[in-house]
């Protein structure tokens, strides 16, 4: 059976910059691989033929025990501000087998995470760990289907093989695409150990693979600023809307197109609380629900510093231009941010007043420890007796204010009621849900419950009896619920 029969159509424009952005690395074979999680709806959508890439020849190939015909696997160089400190990185532990060439011209990166060492490695064994990877796959294709931009997870497989940790941890590899893997981060690197040519070579390729439509004047690249500020802007509103926190937001982590990536210690929130945290790295809650928005900012503010030889030849004014797109930011965000509310409580138009009526919900939402999702699942689908807030003198008053407002519009309740349904999801990945699935899978090799719940997840707005369950929250825990990076 050769490669061909299953569909890869490689092409590795990154690998044609200047040598300094990557480095030759082959993935390290494992013992005896096996595909645990295969999403077909990804497969098809690349172009691959589902059949063929069912078999062995298709595990080896995730493994990265055999390498497809056209890839030519490289680990990509970068930097970045790691919790504010910069430092040297790269692709540790991953591998970028090349750009998949999809039916319709998309262009899609295909890497290897958790596929052995690499020059970038630092002193680690370049391997992961089946529950991060398990982790990444469930929260990342959960992010798609909720309409947030995101890498997508190919395959989870086993390698057969045990990874040391705090105790050994079977070892596994997963499949991930994306509409690339450029980072701030990458920027960072460029602009520090490169030539400024090297970093406008960059900056083209980063303009013609996402933002193609810029044309090729002395704006080019203070539009491809503006263009990403305005992205990340809207990423950012859009985890805000879901409750989602990244949890280790450092610039090597934020994408130049504006897609979710990197899915360490990620959850979602239960109970609303602007501060809220999840990773046990964070202890100073840099990366806190409340402070993603202005996170990104600072992020895109290194970014800036990055671009500055190729915004003007005179840095005070490649600086006093940078700032001023910098400070769209906050007008990108707000935007998209107000939208997405409006549209969780039904509201079609806008009105003066809508951002006090929302911020007044979630101070009450905070005040009564609120779940975030079932808040405004509740309020859809009118069982108000289903929230914290309900049987509260402010709740019937601001029910009141709210009822008035929709009054207002000509859109009739029904449709009102249409588009909350469309924009607050009936389920969330909830955390405990993640942990059973990834507990079944680590100790029992049970991958049922894991496949159930990407199955519940993959239509979040279906609102459905299957969901039902899944809708409902933890048991209340004496302990915060912790996230790990699992590197």
């Not at 960072?188 to 960059?202: F, H, N, Q, T, V």
């Not at 090729?216 to 990403?228: G, K, S």
């Amino acid at each position: 059976m050769t490669h061909k029969n299953i569909g890869w159509n490689f092409d590795n424009s990154y690998a044609r910059l200047p040598e300094r952005f990557f480095e030759i690395a082959q993935p390290t074979e494992v013992s005896s691989p096996k595909t645990v999680l295969y999403n077909q709806q990804v497969a098809e959508d690349l172009g691959l033929v589902v059949k063929t890439l069912r078999t062995e020849e298709g595990t080896a190939i995730f493994a990265g025990n055999k390498i497809p015909e056209g890839a030519h696997p490289i680990a990509q160089a970068y930097a970045g501000h790691q919790f504010g400190n910069f430092t040297m990185l790269g692709d540790g532990r991953a591998v970028l087998l090349g750009e998949q060439v999809t039916p319709d011209g998309t262009r899609k990166d295909i890497q290897l995470k958790g596929s052995g060492r690499t020059p970038f490695s630092r002193g680690g064994d370049g391997r992961a760990t089946l529950g991060p990877m398990l982790r990444e796959y469930i929260i990342s294709e959960a992010i798609h289907a909720l309409g947030i931009p995101t890498n997508r997870s190919l395959a989870v497989v086993t390698t057969g093989e045990s990874v040391m940790r705090e105790t050994e941890l079977p070892g596994a590899v997963l499949t991930r695409v994306a509409g690339s893997h450029l980072r701030i981060g990458t920027f960072e690197y460029a602009a520090r150990w490169g030539s400024e040519e090297e970093l406008r070579d960059l900056a083209d390729y980063a303009i013609d693979r996402h933002y193609p439509g810029i044309e090729d004047n002395h704006d080019r690249y203070l539009t491809f600023f503006r263009e990403v500020v305005k992205r990340q802007a809207e990423l950012i509103a859009h985890w805000q809307l879901v409750g989602f926190i990244h949890g280790v937001m450092n610039t090597d982590n934020m994408t130049i197109s504006g897609e979710t990536i990197d899915y360490g210690p990620c959850a979602f929130m239960d109970e609303y609380d602007p501060a809220t945290v999840f990773s046990s790295i964070d202890v100073q809650g840099r990366y806190a629900y409340q402070n993603q928005p202005g996170i990104g900012q600072w992020n895109l503010a290194r970014f800036a510093e990055a671009l500055l030889p190729l915004l003007h030849e005179k840095q005070e004014h490649a600086i006093e231009q940078a700032k001023e797109i910098l400070g769209e930011y906050k007008d990108f965000y707000d935007a998209s941010w107000l939208a997405g509310m409006r549209k969780k409580l039904g509201l079609h138009n806008q009105e003066k007043q809508d951002e006090a009526l929302i911020q007044d919900l979630l101070e009450m939402m905070n005040e009564h420890n609120a779940d975030f999702t079932n808040t405004f699942r509740a309020l859809t689908l009118d069982k108000l007796e289903k929230t914290t807030m309900y049987g509260t003198d402010a709740f019937a008053v601001w029910y009141e204010r709210w009822q008035t407002r929709l009054s207002r519009q000509e859109e009739s309740k029904d449709t009102a009621i249409q588009l909350m349904k469309q924009s607050n999801p009936n389920v969330i990945p909830r955390n405990h849900r993640v942990e059973e699935a990834l507990e079944a899978a680590v100790q029992k090799e049970d991958f049922s419950a894991t496949e159930q719940l990407i199955n519940v997840l993959s239509d979040p707005y279906a609102y459905t009896a299957e969901q039902e369950p899944y809708t409902e929250l933890p048991e209340p825990s004496d302990r915060p619920y912790q996230t790990y990076c699992g590197t």
